[in-house]
C-alpha cells in the first residue's frame, strides 16, 4: 500500500483516495464477517439451501454490528473515524511529499508509538525487554533511515 500510495498521492485528491481506502476495507470486512458467521452457522442451516446460509449469515452480520455499535457507540467512532479513516487520510497527505522508503520507517516505529502513548496515558512502564525491543526498532530505524539518505 506504501508503494502504490507513493505513486497516487501527489496525483489524487486525498480524500477521494481515502474514501476509496475506507471502502476497500469494508467490502473486505464485509466477505470475511459473512464468510466467518457461514461457518459458525449452526448444521442444519448449513445443511440447508444456499439463500437460507447466505440470509442466516447476513442477519448474524448485521445483528453483531448493531450490537457492538448500540453497547460500544465512542469506541466504534473512535476506531472508525480517528485510527482509520484520519490516520489514512494523514498518511495519504503525508505520502504527497515523502517517499515510500522513508513513510515505511516511520510508519515501522508503531510499537515505539504505542509504548510512548501507553506510558503518557496509562502510566504503563516497560521491563527490560521491552526496552530491548525498542532499542532494536529504533536502531533498525535510525540505521534504514541513514542507508535511504
Not at 469506541?75 to 517517499?99: C, E, N, R
Amino acid at each position: 500500500f506504501i508503494l502504490r500510495l507513493e505513486t497516487f498521492a501527489p496525483a489524487t485528491d486525498p480524500k477521494a483516495l481515502n474514501a476509496v481506502a475506507q471502502l476497500n476495507v469494508f467490502v473486505l470486512f464485509a466477505g470475511w464477517a459473512l464468510a466467518t458467521a457461514a461457518l459458525q452457522a449452526p448444521p442444519e442451516v448449513a445443511a440447508g439451501p444456499l439463500t437460507g446460509l447466505v440470509a442466516y449469515s447476513g442477519s448474524e452480520v448485521v445483528s453483531r454490528m448493531l450490537d457492538i455499535g448500540t453497547h460500544h457507540p465512542m469506541a466504534v467512532l473512535f476506531l472508525g473515524v480517528v485510527t482509520s479513516a484520519f490516520t489514512s487520510w494523514l498518511q495519504t497527505i503525508g505520502q504527497q511529499s515523502v517517499p515510500a522508503t522513508t513513510a515505511s520507517a516511520i510508519y515501522a516505529l508503531d510499537p515505539l508509538w504505542g509504548c510512548l502513548f501507553a506510558f503518557l496515558w496509562l502510566g504503563e512502564v516497560l521491563g527490560p525487554q521491552g526496552w530491548l525491543g525498542c532499542a532494536v526498532l529504533l536502531g533498525v530505524w535510525l540505521y534504514q533511515l541513514a542507508s535511504v539518505q
